[in-house]
């Protein structure tokens, strides 16, 4: 009988701290990517605005803005608005994460991508 109520409270323990974000920071990099032009971009990690500016894309270099955080371990929903269009993701922080946002001015359309290697410009 003891070691069924242990096993239960390691559980609840477990699935506590796979649900909550553990304060062990990482680097979250965020790539404003291509195809922006004097586009006004807000970006928020779980409600928070993270950054609000009018971004261009470099001709030469190919992307906008490179940001850099050091964010806790754990899930989080990362909302992305372009000129008033908004797509809205969630994903999961557990080690360096890095995010590509591009933005297709045709369709109208971002995206959010999440390589596994940080671009190199």
């Known amino acids: 009988m003891k070691t069924k109520f242990l096993l239960f409270t390691l559980s609840l323990l477990f699935i506590s ?25 807000t970006i928020k990690l779980d409600n928070n605005v993270v950054f609000s500016d009018s971004v261009s894309t470099n001709s030469i270099l190919g992307f906008s803005k490179t940001l850099i955080f ?23 922080h557990k080690k360096d994460r890095f995010i590509y946002i591009s933005f297709d001015k045709v369709s109208s359309e971002i995206n959010i991508l999440y390589p596994a290697e940080k671009y190199l410009y």
Request: with cysteine; net charge neutral.
């Open 17 to 41: 701290f796979g649900c909550k974000k553990i304060n062990i920071e990482k680097e979250l990099r965020i790539d404003i990517g291509t195809q922006f032009q004097n586009d006004f971009v």
């Open 70 to 92: 050091d964010y806790p371990v754990g899930k989080y929903e990362i909302s992305v608005s372009v000129n008033g269009i908004e797509k809205v993701d969630k994903f999961r």
